[in-house]
Structure formats: C-alpha cells, structure tokens
C-alpha cells in the first residue's frame, strides 16, 4: 500500500509566495478596477540584455542544423559556460576547478537539493528571518522535526537570530549545527556581512567540522567597497563551504532558469574525507539532473562576457537605482528601512504595532500596494515586510508615492 | 560535524553512461586515429522542427522588450502549455485536469524525485532489467536496503523479471510493492505492453493500493494499432498511477529540457485520500523547483501544436527507420533482436556466452561500435546489449555495416 512522506505532512502551511498572490486575487475580487501596485515577489521584470538574445538565438540556429545540433550535454554543465564561470571567479581573485563547478537550473534548486548529500541525522542552522526554501526543503527530507506554535519554527532547526540589534548578521550558534545556510547579500533583510563576520562563520564552520551553505545569488548587488562577493574570498572557506548562485537576479534569468554550485575539492569533515562531498553531489546531479537548458546555458556564457557583463549591470543598476528609491521614499514617510542598499530588497519595520500580515494587509487596502510579509521568513521577520525593488521605474515610483500618501506626504 | 548521506554510500557504483563513456575514451586512446560509431546513449541527432525553433525565437523576441517581458512562471509550467498537454491527452481520450499536471525540465529529474512524496517505508518494485534512475533515486533516498551482490540487485527492491519468456513484460510481483516503477515502451529492452498487460497491473495497484509510475517517454514511437500509449488508456488507472513524460524523444529536446508528470486527483490510498499525491507533488515542485525554461516551454507548445507534431512525428518516424535497419542488420547477421518497432531500441542477446560488457568491449574493438551493455540496466540484463537508432541515418548504416562485417555478411 502506497503511503505518504510524513515529513512532507510536518510543513507548516503554503508556501509564502503562493499565499501572498491568493489575499492579492482575493483583494482584488473584492476591488474590480483598481490596479495592483507589485512590491511583493522578487521577480525580474526588465528586458533581457541583447547580447545574452543574440547568444541564444545562435544556439537555437545551431540546434536547427543537423550538423550543428547536439542532446544531452554534460550534467555538470557544458564546458564553455563552466571555463567562463571559472573566469568569473577569477576575476574576484579566486580559484575555482572546473570539476567543482555544477550548473544547475537555478539556485532554488540546489538550495532545497543540497541538504540530500548530508547525513539524515544533520542538525541544520539558518539565519532567522531565512528564505524559506532553507527550511522547507529540510523540512519534507525529515531534517528539521515537529513545527512547535510556542516558537513559530521547528525543533530541530537552530535559528540564528537576525534583527536590528545585530543589524542582520548574527554570530554563529552556540548549540550545535552541521549545516549552515547563509545568504548574503540577505533574502529578505537587505542586509550583507562584513568579511570580519564570515570570517567567524567560517573559522567557526572549521573548527567544528561544519559546513557552510552560502547563497551568493544577489552578489552582483553588492556597491560597498570591500564586502566580500564570494564566501570564497575569506580564508580556509574552500574547506568548509558551499556556494550556491544564479544568473536570475544578475541577467533577469528567473524564467529562463540557470545558476550553478560550487562544491569545492577541498571541503570535508571527519568522515568525508577531501572530495567525498564534490563526488557525492556528482552523483546526486548525475541521478536526479539531466542538466540545464543548453538554450539557457549558451545565454549564461554570454551574460559573462565582458559584453554581457556590462549590459547585465546595467540592468542590476537599474534595480538599485528602484532600491534607493523606495529607501529614500519610505523613510521619508517615516518609515524606519534596512537593506536596499547592496540589496534589491528593503526591509522595512512595520509602523504602529502592526504584525506582518495586518500591514501586509493595510498596504493593500490603502495604498494598493503588495509586499511580503516578513513573517514568511521567519518568527523574527514578524513585524517587518520586505520590499522589492524588481518593477518598472514608473510602477515603483506610484507604489512609493502610493504608501507616502498614506502617510500624509 | 557534518556528513554524508549514508545512503548515497549504497550506490553500487558509477552511473551506467558515465562508465560507457569512460570505457570509450579508453579505447580512443588506444586506438588514435580510428572512429567510433555511436548506437550508445540515447541521445538525438536530428535538427530541431521548423515550428518549434520558430516559437522559442518569438519567445525571446519577448523577453527582449520590457513590456512583453515576463520572469518566474508557475512552479507547475505556464498555462499555455498545460493546456497543449490536455489537449494532447484529449486526442487520446483521456481527459486530464489542468492541475494535474506538471511541466518539469525533463523525465529523469520527475522519474528520480517522484519517490519523495512516498513514505521512506515504501516497498518499490521495477522491472528488470530498468532505467538506473528508478533504482538509483530509491537507494540515494533510503527505499532500496544494502546492494547484494549475489542477487545482483538492492535487498529491499522487488524485481520483476523481463525477459525473453514473458516478452518482456512481467506480470505484477507477488509480494509486497507499494510504487511499481513501468516504462512501455520499454528502456532498454523496446517492448510495449498489451492492454489486457496493464489492466492486470492497474487491476493489481487498486487491490494492493499500490501506486504505479509509468514512465511514457518513448509513447510517440508506438505504431502497432491498439497498443495504449498513455497509462490513463486502462479504466481506474486514474486512481493508482501518476504518468511521466517527455519533450526529449518526440521533439529532440535532449539538451533543450521539458517534461511533465500527470498526478490525478483520483489517485489516493488508504492513509492518503484523494488528491493528497497531488497535494504533495505540488508542494514539492513549489519548494525544491522553479519551474522549466520559459523558452523550452514556448516550444514545447509549439511542438504539440498541429503543425508542430506533424513535424516531431517526422522526426520520430526518422528514428524508427533507423531502428528498422538495425534490427534488419543484425537479425541478417544472425543475431537475436528484441525490440526496435515500437520503440528507437533494439535489445540485442550476446551471442557465443558473451557477457553484456564483455560483448561491449567486443563490438567496440571489432565494430568499433559503442553499444550499451545491459547488465547495466539490471542483472537480467546481463546476456543482452542495447542498441539505440539515434544518429544519423548514414551513422547507423556504417555501424551497421561493420556489426554484420564481423559476422562475414
């Protein structure tokens, strides 16, 4: 008899994103003919750069050429777009090998697939607020035990607190933890870590034969002199640390779908000896994984090229430029904001005692405006919302003048 | 401390393919200067259709303007191409609801991850010989117990011999099984089943509350009139099978990624009422994917339009005339042939006591031919070798050719 995964049963709820388009619709139900002003998901909204098309298009000619035409490619990712995503480390100082490279159809993926290369028996840490997927994923593979109301999380997860005491960037856990998930620049805070303090995770992560999941995926955002783009940049992080990242946020891929994990050689623990993890996650793509659109991969080498690399900052440019924006415009409304600065998100405290969801709900009665309520990230991101500045520039500025004129300005 | 996945650890050992390619670039080396002829991997040749191609240009001419621009999709595959799909189970005359199915980036990533909704307590059961992903996925994901070399196989999976006795297509297993893994038309052996075949196992899976997944990615290849080409073609198979399939074979997108799985509502067991699995399955596309390209499903839609399928269908009718020569030749040169008329494979018997790896390395250093050895696919496999048609139509003539120069034709 066929029977459910009962770790799948122990998630909470719905996942956020979904729940947030569901009172969207509903709202807008209730309100035919009034426009919906979008702060909410953080989804790309900005033409393709014409170079990363161009790319594509000649790989579709060479598909429509029997001479030319290839299948499957390697599940590792073809070789052109690994060799350019070696330069693109490179160019940070940093050595990467070619076999330490997996590109994979998005960071979401790899975030959620790579707690299967460790032990059931891990006991996991994540920032608080998190990206859900952390959690999730861990959740349905029976890493994270029962959902417990009295502490909004799961009992067998170590949640890192992050708020505004420690701006963002909490220390490492004190109880125990094998893996730990890290993101900066962060989803949904805003917020990015000195090299100071990933210099502590990682020099805690060694000592205590830990490993280090760093999701880099808004590292092209980073402006501040100084802040480290890779976890790679600090020393010793080779042996301790997996980098996840993706093309969605740096060349608008997240419908096209390409991003990569860097599974160093070097990485190991008492009893995965130097190269057990790289071989294990070969593995696991080579079973689970066919490998990445070559359309999309053919997009991606482009997107590194010194062509594309300009376009493509272009287009984060563009992003930040809606960030300052909406920083600027809501703390003169009063506001109190954090992140958005090396961030496309802003994370702003909610006003008046409001919980995520009644501003959430506020936002949208009274300004038309969707946000994400930051109590989907987490107890801590309770009485905070993340705004995103993905959007046209005109939608941003009537979303922003929108909330103002709320609050009188 | 961290580490690893013991059950990975369980994997007997390296990924079929990868070993074929390994054995093949040995030999190259030994043999600098000589060509070898590819009747390996399955993997397509032939062109990209005219229609399709043309759409996912359209697609990216979309994504290059901002106001035609789009970023994340549904998680389940965009509404466009879902309906294509019930429309292509409408000409069947199944009817499939549009939250039933679930566009993906292939077959093999839903042939691996299906398992993950079930209870870790699952019984599997796969023919055999089988597609290493069905087995490999349940090791990695703890359902398959400690390989056992003397049964050639994992102690907890239950094996249903396919072979040349039974046409190779085994009848439901007595014992225990909760997810029966089918694939018809078959890989590796290219046999179809009856449909007096499936109902006994649609019959089965109702009584046992079993749930079977049939993998339906070779369905366009079926010819022979009456021969189902959709589970959903059995009365009830609604309540007890989730169906898998694939762009990859029917319109060459090996490398270009879409695929999709159908998880009725109907379909339920005693601890998990109607529509639960498809509750899952949701959940878990939502959290651990973000959906397939947004340009392979542009042209996954254009391939089942009419004009798009006239021209697919050309393309697997291609593949068939090649499979038709290769079994020819090799029935011509004496050899016994299985397979190759509803299906691109033809499943060889070694002759003169070869092993199946032994008869690879043969035809390799004979023919220089690579074939795939089918002790790969399972310890009934061993004695056979798969041949596939995919090449091009000159390719397969020469490698033809020199199998039956071997045998003085």
Chains 1, 2 share one sequence.
Request: proline residues 5%; contains cysteine.
């Amino acid at each position: 008899m066929a029977s459910c995964n009962e770790d799948f049963l122990r998630l909470a709820s719905g996942y956020l994103f979904p729940e947030v388009a569901r009172r969207t619709r509903a709202w807008q139900e209730r309100n035919p003919g009034k426009s919906v002003l979008r702060l909410g998901i953080g989804n790309t909204t900005e033409a393709l750069a014409p170079s990363v098309v161009s790319a594509m298009k000649e790989k579709l000619d060479l598909l429509s050429s029997r001479d030319t035409y290839t299948g499957y490619g390697d599940e590792q990712g073809d070789l052109p777009l690994r060799k350019a995503l070696q330069r693109h480390y490179g160019r940070l100082g940093i050595s990467i090998a070619l076999d330490e490279i997996f590109v994979s159809d998005g960071a979401k993926s790899d975030a959620a697939n790579i707690q299967s290369i460790f032990s059931r028996s891990s006991r996991i840490a994540v920032q608080d607020p998190a990206y859900p997927v952390y959690v999730d994923s861990n959740v349905a593979s029976g890493h994270a035990g029962d959902y417990d109301e009295s502490i909004m999380g799961y009992r067998s997860i170590a949640y890192m607190p992050s708020d505004a005491a420690n701006g963002f960037v909490p220390v490492p856990p004190e109880e125990r933890a094998d893996i730990v998930y890290l993101c900066f620049p962060n989803n949904p805070t805003g917020a990015v870590a000195t090299k100071e303090q990933l210099k502590a995770f990682v020099d805690w992560a060694l000592e205590r034969r830990s490993v280090i999941v760093f999701d880099a995926a808004y590292s092209d955002y980073i402006r501040t002199p100084g802040i480290p783009r890779s976890i790679y940049e600090i020393d010793g992080a080779e042996r301790c640390a997996i980098e996840i990242s993706s093309f969605s946020k740096y060349a608008g891929f997240t419908g096209v779908r390409l991003g990569w994990s860097i599974v160093p050689m070097a990485l190991e623990s008492d009893n995965a000896p130097t190269g057990t993890f790289n071989r294990l996650w070969n593995r696991r793509q080579c079973t689970f994984f066919n490998g990445a659109s070559n359309i999309a991969q053919a997009g991606g080498v482009a997107a590194l090229s010194d062509e594309g690399r300009r376009e493509c900052m272009e287009l984060v440019g563009y992003y930040l430029g809606n960030a300052d924006i909406i920083r600027n415009g809501l703390e003169g409304a009063g506001l109190a904001c954090y992140g958005g600065v090396d961030s496309p998100y802003v994370w702003v405290r909610c006003p008046d005692g409001f919980s995520s969801w009644e501003y959430f709900d506020f936002l949208l009665d009274k300004a038309s405006v969707v946000v994400t309520p930051g109590a989907g990230f987490g107890s801590r991101g309770e009485g905070y919302v993340r705004v995103s500045a993905y959007g046209h520039r005109e939608d941003i500025e009537r979303a922003v003048e929108s909330i103002r004129r709320v609050y009188g300005c």
